[in-house]
């Protein structure tokens, strides 16, 4: 009952609202996608900041047909927003296997379909999205494997970060620019786009970012 009394519905944007399975939709939501989702083991309800700003940064770009990687998909509340708003091709991953369950699940409760895998998929082909909501260290250390997942001209979300952790972590890119594109409750997102095919640019490697 406590948790029921604290988790309520969220507005996303124009399009998107996230609630429990228990609150009641009013007319009022009725033009928006609507995402059920329970708390539960896994991370990830939209009521965090970190959540939240990727959820606002998908319903503001994500158009429909759109392949997406969500890296350390905890609920799976990015990859079903993703599916709801019109992605044809979804992965989503982690390294706990509780999450990829409760990811399954809300899945299949939101009507939306996409693929799990416990860690990276060596198969796995590059996305127009990639969004990984994780923390600051983890980011640094996955920037050579979440670079490779981004197609040319493909987008690179990262979150869980701090907002005076955002030139740490966005200095271990070598291969994508990134830059803040929104702070909320001092955390911050960071986006950058992959350079197109026929970008021939050379950058060297970030080590500073890696042990030795």
Request: net charge negative.
């Amino acid at each position: 009952r406590l948790t029921q009394s604290q988790f309520q519905a969220i507005e996303i944007g124009e399009r998107l609202l996230i609630t429990p399975s228990w609150e009641p939709i009013h007319s009022i939501h009725a033009q928006r996608k609507r995402l059920v989702l329970d708390p539960g083991l896994a991370f990830g309800t939209g009521s965090h900041p970190t959540t939240a700003l990727c959820l606002q940064w998908l319903e503001a770009h994500l158009r429909g047909g759109e392949r997406v990687i969500d890296y350390g998909c905890g609920s799976g509340i990015l990859a079903i927003a993703a599916g709801l708003l019109g992605a044809t091709s979804i992965d989503a991953i982690d390294i706990d296997p509780q999450a990829l369950i409760a990811t399954d699940d809300n899945a299949q409760r939101n009507q939306v379909s996409l693929q799990t895998h416990l860690t990276r998929h060596r198969g796995l082909a590059p996305a127009d999205m990639v969004l990984a909501n994780i923390l600051a260290a983890p980011l640094k250390l996955l920037a050579p494997t979440l670079e490779a997942l981004v197609k040319p001209g493909g987008y690179l979300v990262l979150a869980g970060l701090l907002t005076r952790q955002v030139e740490e972590v966005a200095g271990c890119y070598a291969n994508i620019r990134l830059s803040a594109w929104r702070d909320l409750d001092g955390w911050s997102v960071l986006v950058g786009q992959g350079k197109s095919a026929d970008h021939h640019e050379s950058i060297a490697p970030a080590s500073r970012c890696f042990p030795q």
